[in-house]
């Protein structure tokens, strides 16, 4: 399945831009107006912390955005271009599950939980591969020379039995 992950990112940019506009409008006038008894004042800091949130996602899509898929790639090592290409996918899901979750839809029940599993499972096996190359390796020569260098060693019973009798005769 080839994903075409920087026409989706331009999409969700286009939607964070308007729902990050929207959202900020929003809270210009909920600021203008006074506290209405009907909401609690705490909507007002999760509005601003959302309006944060997604002024912050914009922020890294244009980041993103601002070099050529193929640009990006090239610099990449084929490990490297399988984490950018799942953390892209599981961003889009995740933003996708929120939208879900914003007109009404139970996420949980909608195929992008499986989405997100599958996505997370390859996330996984990458990172099995990442921690399998940072391990050492063993060295077998270093490793015996070391141990054999590092273990007590007995004397050998006729040079201490050499030692004491001269040390008896004077």
């Known amino acids: ?56 996602v914009d922020e890294m899509l244009k980041t993103m955005m601002s070099v050529s898929r193929n640009e990006l790639l090239q610099k990449l090592d084929p490990l490297e271009q399988a984490k950018v290409d799942l953390v892209s996918a599981y961003t889009l899901n995740s933003m996708f599950w929120v939208y879900l979750a914003t007109q009404g839809v139970n996420p949980k029940e909608h195929p992008v939980k499986q989405e997100l599993e599958r996505i997370r499972v390859y996330m996984n096996r990458v990172k099995e591969i990442t921690d399998k190359k940072k391990a050492g390796k063993l060295d077998r020569g270093a490793a015996s020379r070391f141990v054999k260098n590092a273990l007590w060693e007995p004397k050998p019973k006729n040079a201490s039995k050499v030692a004491n009798k001269g040390k008896s005769k004077n």
Do not use: K, R
């Open 1 to 56: 399945m080839q994903i075409h992950l920087f026409g989706e990112l331009e999409m969700l940019h286009s939607w964070c831009c308007v729902h990050h506009t929207a959202s900020h409008q929003e809270l210009v006038i909920m600021a203008s107006e006074e506290i209405n008894e009907d909401y609690p004042v705490e909507i007002h800091e999760y509005l601003s912390t959302f309006e944060n949130s997604i002024g912050a």
